[in-house]
């Protein structure tokens, strides 16, 4: 303790060399923090976007994710009804939709369109999504009423602009069947919505399920959309669903989650070369410091040598002197990462849209306890070191030498 209490004596010495110092450490931690905060933000919304777009699991036919189709759902699933059953009483199954993927031409008597369409179970469908799909105009689908409800179609805005489409305009799905023939439906637009890629709302297409099964003349679904209480569950459920059904294919949702992948690895090269210079910028900061502190001090390192003290205890003196520097700019740095943090919550500051995308994201910041834990230990441990090694430098001379330094 007596030389912990020495090491903060010795820092007062130079109160604005060690303010100054203690800045520039706090301002690497909180930039450390704020950028890895916003990596992690980042990162979080982009898995609880793929979740919920393609379900945390997706069941399929063993070939459907390796082959394409030579005839409109030739790889479908028969039996999707029993397997949602089975599904879904498991308890961390929340729910399981199944989806039909098909594709054709949209018309309005004048236009046409290429569309990508989707079956959707419409009873679920549209609650899992949540913020990700935004209604801008009309309603979403409901489930049929009976054998002769209208049938609807939700468009993407990209399409209902080429085609003239508002809520309530009749338009024609024309698509091939099972058997290889044409089919047309007319149908009636009940919504209109954005999933914020203009390239996907130019072709994107949702209908009920059974408009999708009536229009393609099946009774098949290309695949189960399997959503779970969490998605630590993932992995356990994959392997028990493979397990049980060694004849189907199951995705996980970061399997297809090609933008998540690719946004991860970027920032992780990006956000860890900051840190990696913001480190060494603090490396440098409590180096110079200390370097400094061990010229002035030379000859009252050379007095302690001549009573006795041993240099490891000269140098433990110095390294506590960076390890308090460290540990008080990590501190502040903390406070400053913890309340832009909190600002950016309460502010509502939004990022431009990325690439590719036409709607922007809030600009929040995580607080996440690993990362701080890793960002402080590091500027500690720089600084403590840094100290260590200016300090070797003024014990390796000889006493006389250091008494006599000028």
Do not use: C
Not at 2 to 17: D, E, I, Q, S
Not at 100 to 112: A, E, M, W
Not at 267 to 277: C, E, S, T
């Amino acid at each position: 303790m007596k030389w912990l209490l020495l090491a903060f004596k010795n820092v007062g010495r130079n109160r604005r060399r060690a303010l100054i110092t203690i800045v520039i450490t706090a301002v690497g931690t909180a930039a450390i923090l704020i950028g890895g905060g916003f990596a992690l933000y980042t990162y979080q919304s982009l898995r609880e976007s793929a979740a919920r777009d393609t379900g945390h699991l997706v069941l399929a036919h063993k070939d459907y994710f390796d082959r394409e189709e030579d005839t409109p759902m030739a790889l479908g699933l028969p039996d999707y009804q029993a397997l949602k059953k089975e599904l879904e009483r498991d308890e961390r199954v929340r729910v399981a939709l199944p989806r039909l993927q098909f594709s054709g031409l949209i018309s309005n008597g004048d236009k046409s369109s290429v569309f990508i369409g989707t079956g959707v179970d419409a009873r679920g469908e549209f609650q899992v999504k949540g913020p990700f799909l935004k209604i801008l105009d009309g309603q979403v689908l409901v489930p049929p009423e009976g054998p002769g409800a209208p049938l609807e179609v939700m468009l993407g805005a990209q399409l209902a602009k080429q085609l003239n489409a508002t809520p309530g305009t009749v338009l024609t799905l024309l698509s091939t069947t099972t058997q290889g023939s044409l089919n047309a439906l007319d149908v009636t637009v009940r919504g209109i919505f954005s999933l914020g890629v203009p390239e996907i709302d130019k072709r994107a297409v949702y209908v009920t399920i059974e408009t999708a099964q009536k229009l393609l003349l099946t009774d098949r679904a290309s695949e189960l959309a399997i959503y779970l209480d969490g998605t630590e569950s993932t992995d356990p459920v994959r392997d028990e669903i493979l397990a049980k059904h060694p004849d189907r294919a199951v995705r996980t949702w970061e399997d297809q989650a090609y933008y998540y992948v690719a946004v991860r690895a970027l920032y992780n090269r990006i956000f860890g070369l900051l840190g990696a210079i913001m480190v060494v910028i603090v490396l440098f900061a409590v180096s110079n410091t200390m370097a400094m502190a061990v010229v002035e001090r030379t000859r009252e390192i050379g007095t302690l040598r001549a009573l006795g003290t041993l240099p490891a205890q000269i140098t433990r003196v110095f390294a506590m002197e960076g390890w308090v520097i460290g540990s008080a700019g990590a501190l502040l740095g903390v406070l400053v990462a913890v309340g832009v943090a909190g600002l950016s919550l309460v502010a509502g500051f939004e990022m431009p849209p990325p690439p590719g995308r036409s709607v922007g994201y809030p600009l929040n910041i995580n607080i996440d306890g690993s990362l701080y834990t890793v960002a402080v230990v590091t500027v500690v441990i720089a600084s403590t070191i840094a100290a260590w090694l200016m300090s070797r430098q003024a014990v390796r001379k000889s006493i006389v030498e250091a008494l006599t330094h000028v």
